[in-house]
């Protein structure tokens, strides 16, 4: 039997509770246990993938196609290991699997009810993955804060469970937030017995207390809010403020979170733990031995969740080339041909970003045209990859009118067009091609060069894909198509060989990515900007020497 630690959050929201949770998961983990991490959502959609990233950042998605929120996403890049459907679900997935079965007639009559029909569907949901005997622990995260009217039937399925099974099987981990005045010069603890009080009347006591703050809690704060909270003074955990959440496990591995956990939930076979690989990842982060400046072009760029994936991927590739990766955020929809030097001038490599819908896709394109011609690396990701075949096809291939299916559907030349399978899909929500398909890498390209294997597996999603009616004719010109689905000859990637580094792909590396792995492509990338930083910091040189003369 697993056991179960939940986290919930207090005060406010955006404490970093996805943070909290993966840090716990990760010391569990390094100190031998099998751990897994589930996200508990209260609002009505059935799942993410129906959200503007506007709304909801990133959407994430799973190795088996969920659509899920992006905390999953810190989840794998903290544990190096994959979630599933089950790890994500929403008070709309709930409700929709109630109504269903009271459709089928399952409940024989009866008043189908929040209290118990809704609460025992989320508490068999929290405990599905437990089940499964591969792990010890299962955390689950319960998204808003404590207090919201609608993560109440999701805390109360919480306060079941405490009452239904063995103490030591279930925990309660609540973050919360110690605020600093700085006109008292004050830490205040009102808000959190406030927050710890209002979990209390709803019967669900907290075991530990993770405190954010951006000052340190002395002995006798703690003491006051274990006093004022009824938890024991060594289960207040303060959480300062961190550089890089990286160094969050670290941090909460020197306050004992995992120690105090193990102890209240009577584990005893555990080991010291092997944070060897994490430590070496941070030393590298914190202290790179030179900077690339890359840009991002997309149309989101005023929320930096929305693209969450890539940014935490260049952190990871930037950490195994020994550089720090800035991000140049550059609106695309405001790319024009007069303007394109001065807006991508100073960069070692462009990312054009994944993305939807029409706005700011000339603006990628140009972007591409620029990259293509200037020999600057290029790295295309979904709609990005779209984006190049489409300029190809315009600026060398001649066709101008080229487009997708998506964007301009009479043009005469779709060089991206929908999928057959597509065709026929009236409903939006989890109906793209999703999660994770074979390709196949031709041997001597640069992705075989950067993966080192000809066989590989990523995730999807997207509606669209590369119209092979044109391929013999990108082929012929220059720009091959160096991975294929091998089922479906789907293409998967696009390179122009005789580019120093260009590259497209439709599917989705930034999923893969983790501390301990990082995407192959994204440290190529990185690699590729390192070089070209490299070689134009001596073309700068050279140039000044030669004006001295
Ligand atoms: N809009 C494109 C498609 O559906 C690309 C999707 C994406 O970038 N994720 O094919």
Same mark, same amino acid.
């Given at each position: ?333 405001? &790319?024009?041909? %007069?303007?394109?030097?001065? #807006? !991508?001038? =100073?960069?070692?490599?462009? +990312?054009? /970003? ?63 067009? &929908?999928?057959? %399978?597509?065709?026929?899909? #009236? !409903?939006? =929500?989890?109906?793209?091609? +999703?999660? /994770? ?81 990082? /995407? ?30």
């Amino acid at each position: 039997m697993a056991k179960y630690i939940f986290v919930t959050g207090g005060v406010t929201s955006s404490l970093g509770k996805g943070i909290i949770a993966a840090s716990l998961a990760k010391l569990l983990q390094a100190r031998g246990l099998n751990v897994t991490i589930q996200k508990f959502d209260p609002y009505i959609n059935v799942d993410p993938g129906t959200l503007n990233p506007y709304e909801h950042g990133e959407c994430y998605v799973t190795e088996d196609g969920a659509e899920t929120d992006l905390d999953l996403g810190h989840y794998e890049r903290f544990l190096s290991s994959y979630t599933s459907q089950a790890n994500n679900v929403t008070t709309g997935r709930i409700y929709q699997t109630v109504i269903n079965k009271e459709r089928a007639g399952d409940f024989l009559g009866k008043t189908v009810q929040v209290v118990p029909h809704i609460t025992d569907e989320i508490k068999h949901r929290m405990m599905l993955l437990g089940q499964d005997e591969k792990f010890d622990i299962v955390i689950t995260e319960i998204g808003g804060t404590v207090g919201d009217i609608e993560s109440l039937p999701f805390i109360e399925a919480v306060r079941q469970l405490q009452w239904e099974l063995p103490d030591e099987d279930v925990m309660v981990v609540h973050l919360t937030l110690i605020p600093y005045l700085k006109a008292a010069k004050e830490l205040k603890t009102k808000p959190t017995q406030h927050s710890v009080k209002m979990l209390s009347e709803t019967g669900v006591h907290p075991d530990i207390l993770v405190c954010r703050t951006e000052q340190p809690l002395n002995n006798e704060i703690k003491r006051k809010i274990a006093l004022f909270c009824n938890v024991k003074t060594d289960a207040v955990i303060e959480a300062m403020d961190a550089d890089t959440i990286y160094e969050v496990p670290l941090l909460m591995l020197r306050e004992k979170l995992d120690l105090i956990c193990l102890k209240k939930m009577n584990i005893t076979n555990y080991a010291e733990p092997n944070l060897d690989k994490w430590k070496s990842f941070l030393d590298k982060l914190k202290y790179p031995k030179s900077k690339v400046t890359v840009g991002l072009i997309g149309k989101y760029i005023e929320l930096q969740d929305a693209y969450k994936s890539i940014l935490e991927s260049f952190v990871h590739a930037g950490a195994m080339n020994e550089v720090k990766v800035e991000v140049v955020n550059v609106h695309s929809e405001f &790319i024009t041909n %007069e303007n394109v030097s001065e #807006k !991508l001038a =100073g960069l070692d490599g462009l +990312l054009v /970003a994944p993305g939807f819908g029409l706005r700011g896709i000339e603006g990628k394109i140009i972007a591409v045209k620029y990259a293509r011609e200037k020999g600057l690396p290029f790295f295309g990701i979904c709609l990005g990859m779209q984006m190049a075949v489409i300029e190809f096809a315009r600026n060398i291939l001649g066709l101008k009118d080229a487009h997708s299916t998506e964007m301009d559907a009479n043009s005469s030349n779709q060089v991206i067009s &929908i999928m057959e %399978e597509q065709k026929k899909i #009236k !409903l939006m =929500g989890g109906t793209m091609r +999703l999660g /994770a398909y074979p390709c196949e890498i031709q041997e001597g390209s640069l992705a075989h060069q950067i993966y080192g294997t000809t066989h590989i597996s990523e995730r999807h999603r997207h509606r669209y894909e590369f119209n092979n009616d044109y391929l013999n004719q990108f082929q012929e010109n220059g720009m091959i198509a160096s991975g294929t689905n091998p089922d479906t000859d789907l293409v998967e990637i696009v390179e122009i060989p005789n580019h120093p580094f260009f590259i497209g792909v439709q599917y989705h590396p930034e999923l893969k990515s983790s501390v301990e792995i990082p /995407a192959p492509l994204f440290v190529g990338f990185i690699a590729a900007a390192k070089k070209y930083n490299e070689q134009s910091n001596i073309g700068k040189k050279k140039s000044a020497s030669s004006i001295e003369k």
